[in-house]
């Protein structure tokens, strides 16, 4: 049977009456712009809140890949292509969206094979793709590897950022007392499966629930958890059980898992995580940008005043930035929580009212 969204919040609050704080951190772009759109802190009761983590994927890029970006999209003979959110991500004084307009060939697509057309097109040309997000985006790097692999189109390579979510999950709850359970990501949950976040109980002991996208979906996952912290369980439910299964998309996890392997990455906020990101694998590696290209390894400087990394850790919330809507705002925006329409600055901004 399934209940009315009203139970579902009087559920909520009878179970979380006397409970203490509880904190409960989402971490998917899109996670965070339902709860600010649907308002959904504000019918919550007092001692529950949500925060979020590192879930943008253009967010927890890092800026010394942003940097290695721009490095090579400012080389005459490259066609350098990527989603149009990273277009105006702020690295020092530029951004891809400050070269595109100095001349320089920046292409936005929608799709990477966007990118082996381009290339296929222009085969005197170098094109390079930016491959940013999770493990609901790497199948489809993975795609144009294989794609490119087997067309044989050699100008053409990547500059891989992927990440993945359990590992970087794990190294920031681990042995923290902030964040007393977690929001799984419906996105990620759905190729990596449901069961990829058993750790989440069974190494951290929080509780946790796999939630979709809508008001109902999400209250439910919070309605679910809130029991769980109410009975002293923990334990991951999949709560999104129409779209996520046990195991995930396998097709996509062996295609990914074909083209490239675990690898050490840089998070924005969190550093460097073990294990947290994906690198080509050796017989691929020729498809690889860095390895294509000359630059010199640089890391500017975060932009002044911008506390981004401490928001992508659950340590802040976008309006404790003192630039929060006043000189930061998505027309103008300083950071890549900002920038990203994923982020949450820009959530928090959007849905202000
Ligand atoms: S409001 Fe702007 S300056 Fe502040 S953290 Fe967000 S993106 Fe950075």
Redesign the pocket.
């Given at each position: 049977m399934r209940y009315g969204i009203e139970d579902v919040i009087n559920g909520i609050r009878a179970l979380a009456e006397g409970l203490g704080d509880v904190t409960i951190m989402e971490v998917c772009g899109t996670h965070t712009h339902s709860i600010r759109r649907f308002g959904i802190p504000s019918i919550l009761p007092s001692n529950i809140k949500l925060v979020s983590g590192p879930g943008c994927p253009v967010c927890v890029t890092a800026q010394e890949d942003i940097a290695a970006a721009l490095d090579i999209a400012d080389q005459e003979d490259v066609i350098f292509t990527c989603f149009g959110d990273m277009m105006r991500v702020p690295c020092g004084n530029a951004s891809l969206y400050s070269l595109y307009e100095s001349g320089r060939d920046i292409r936005l697509v929608t799709s990477p094979l966007d990118a082996l057309e381009i290339a296929k097109a222009n085969p005197g040309r170098q094109v390079v793709y930016f491959a940013i997000g999770f493990e609901t985006t790497a199948p489809h790097t993975a795609a144009l590897i294989e794609a490119a692999n087997n067309q044989k189109v050699e100008n053409i390579s990547i500059l891989n950022t992927h990440k993945t979510m359990p590992q970087a999950l794990q190294a920031l709850l681990s042995g923290q007392k902030k964040i007393n359970a977690l929001l799984c990501p419906g996105h990620v949950a759905s190729v990596i499966g449901a069961n990829a976040f058993r750790f989440v109980p069974e190494k951290l002991n929080l509780p946790a629930a796999v939630s979709g996208f809508e008001a109902y979906e999400i209250l439910a996952a919070v309605l679910k958890i809130i029991e769980l912290c109410r009975y002293n369980r923990v334990d991951c439910v999949n709560m999104y059980p129409g779209v996520v299964t046990a195991d995930g998309n396998r097709r996509a996890v062996e295609l990914m898992y074909r083209f490239m392997e675990p690898a050490d990455a840089v998070w924005r906020g969190l550093g460097i995580i073990k294990k947290s990101g994906l690198k080509l694998r050796r017989e691929y590696a020729r498809f690889d940008a860095l390895a294509r290209f000359e630059i010199t390894h640089r890391k500017p400087e975060e932009?002044k005043?911008?506390?981004?990394a401490?928001?992508l850790r659950g340590d802040?919330t976008?309006d404790e930035?003192?630039?929060?809507?006043k000189?930061?705002?998505p027309d103008t925006?300083?950071?890549?929580?900002?920038?990203s329409s994923e982020?949450?600055?820009?959530a928090?901004?959007q849905y202000r009212d």
């Open positions: 932009p005043g911008c506390i981004c401490r928001i802040k976008p930035c003192a630039r929060f809507g000189d930061c705002t925006p300083f950071g890549p929580c900002m920038v982020g949450s600055c820009a928090y901004y």
